[in-house]
């Protein structure tokens, strides 16, 4: 069965950096697309950023442009977010989700990790 | 960016209740709208993608309609288990975007 699996989460000073993971195992990793989305404490969902199946690809939200950075190891079946020059509101829970097509090709999220907690401290 | 509107924010229903949440886009997307169910302390579980076609292993008491600017999730008969919050997403364009959430509680 699919499987998503984040670390890397924390506590962290302002203006620090982390790298979250995501290991994914149940299903072929390297032809899927894979997202990251975030949700900051008793609030909505926000998507972050996409990395296409081989990594040629990458989309970010504006609010982390810049700031962030998808990567991914199909030889280890991982997904990657470094996060730099973190902010309070950069607090959030951090879902790893994978990207299936529809009917017509376009892609959606079809499953979700259990989230991976930063906390951004001033 | 496109916004997406849902409507209401939250609603009290009852176990067997007929549920309906509305889901608007600022600009037409087609059919790439997505709707999730979020308990709380837990991740986002997929039920509906295309706007109308049920996530495999989804409950059929679970239906998604519209295209274009305007959709709707029905719950046809409210079980114990589908309190929770439910998002809208549209997935036609970068950057992907969430309704704010409609909370379903007990009444």
């Known amino acids: 069965q699919v499987q998503l699996v984040e670390s890397g989460g924390g506590v962290v000073q302002s203006g620090r950096s982390l790298r979250l993971s995501c290991a994914a195992s149940g299903f072929t990793f390297r032809s899927y697309g894979m997202h990251w989305v975030r949700q900051a404490p008793g609030k909505g969902l926000e998507w972050v950023a996409v990395i296409w199946y081989d990594g040629s690809n990458k989309n970010y939200a504006d609010s982390v442009k810049g700031r962030f950075t998808i990567s991914r190891d199909n030889s280890k079946n991982t997904l990657y977010l470094q996060v730099n020059s973190l902010r309070a509101e950069d607090t959030a829970v951090y879902y790893c989700?994978?990207?299936?097509?529809?009917?017509?090709?376009?892609?959606?999220?079809?499953?979700w990790g259990q989230g991976t907690l930063v906390s951004v401290s001033s | 960016d496109i916004q997406m509107t849902q409507s209401p924010s939250s609603l009290s229903a009852s176990v067997g209740d007929r549920v309906t949440i509305t889901c608007r886009a600022s600009q037409g997307i087609a059919k790439y709208l997505a709707w999730f169910q979020q308990k709380p302390g837990k991740a986002p579980k997929s039920l509906i993608y295309a706007a109308s076609s049920l996530q495999s292993g989804v409950p059929s008491r679970f239906s998604g309609g519209g295209s274009g600017t305007d959709f709707t999730l029905t719950i046809s008969s409210l079980q114990p288990e589908d309190f929770a919050t439910y998002y809208c997403q549209q997935y036609n364009s970068y950057p992907w975007t969430f309704g704010q959430g409609t909370k379903v509680d007990m009444k």
């Open positions: 989700a994978r990207g299936a097509p529809d009917v017509s090709g376009r892609y959606y999220f079809d499953y």
